[in-house]
């Protein structure tokens, strides 16, 4: 995961989060985002479900459709 920065840059924080593949600064949409942007471990995608990218999501799903670690997390809050 790979953060998107909105017009007030990272101070404002993530605005969108993509997932990127390995180092490259592409996301799985075909955004290109800042390499130094902040980055997160893919297991934390849909912690903040309004901040991450739709299609990134339906890209990177498809692609790992299970996330034990994510499932486990999701349990615990309910
Ligand atoms: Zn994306």
């Given at each position: 995961m790979r953060a998107e920065y909105g017009p007030g840059?990272?101070?404002a924080g993530a605005k969108t989060w993509h997932?990127?593949?390995?180092?490259?600064?592409?996301a799985m949409c075909g955004r290109e985002l800042?390499?130094?942007a902040?980055?997160?471990?893919?297991?934390?995608w849909g912690e903040?479900?309004?901040l991450s990218c739709?299609?990134?999501?339906?890209l990177f799903l498809r692609e790992a459709?299970?996330?034990?670690?994510?499932?486990?997390?999701q349990?615990?809050?309910e």
């Open positions: 840059g990272p101070e997932i990127v593949s390995g180092d490259t600064g592409r800042d390499p130094g902040e980055t997160r471990e893919p297991g934390r903040q479900p309004e739709h299609t990134c999501g339906a459709p299970y996330l034990p670690d994510e499932h486990r997390y349990e615990q809050q």
